[in-house]
């Protein structure tokens, strides 16, 4: 596959700087960038589809007119937090 590049970004020395500062061992600051670009599109992705999902449910819920209170899912949430907890001897 072939590789494509990503703009230049100019930028102030300062910000420069800071992103030379938290570099890890062996990190380049192009690496650091692309991990960046990688993790901003897997969140927005994300926060896309948790949406999507949001406005599914919001539509089942009206056309089924079953809803459920915050209180019984925090509550089924919590219950199953619990059994994952003791599942993995917490």
């Keep these: ?3 494509a590049s990503i703009p230049s970004l100019r930028v102030t020395p ?6 030379e500062r938290v570099l890890r061992e062996g990190e380049t600051l192009s690496s650091f960038v692309e991990t960046a670009i990688r993790d901003e599109i897997y969140q927005r992705e994300s926060q896309a589809e948790f949406i999507r ?3 599914a449910a919001r539509d ?3 056309r089924t007119g079953e809803y459920f ?3 019984g ?3 089924e949430l919590n ?3 619990k059994e994952n907890a003791e599942k993995r001897g917490a």
Excluded: D, F, N
């Design 14 to 19: 300062e910000l420069r700087e800071a992103a």
């Design 60 to 62: 089942e819920a009206e």
């Design 53 to 55: 999902r949001g406005l």
């Design 1 to 3: 596959m072939k590789t």
């Design 79 to 81: 219950e199953i937090a």
């Design 73 to 75: 899912v925090l509550g």
């Design 69 to 71: 209170s915050a209180e």
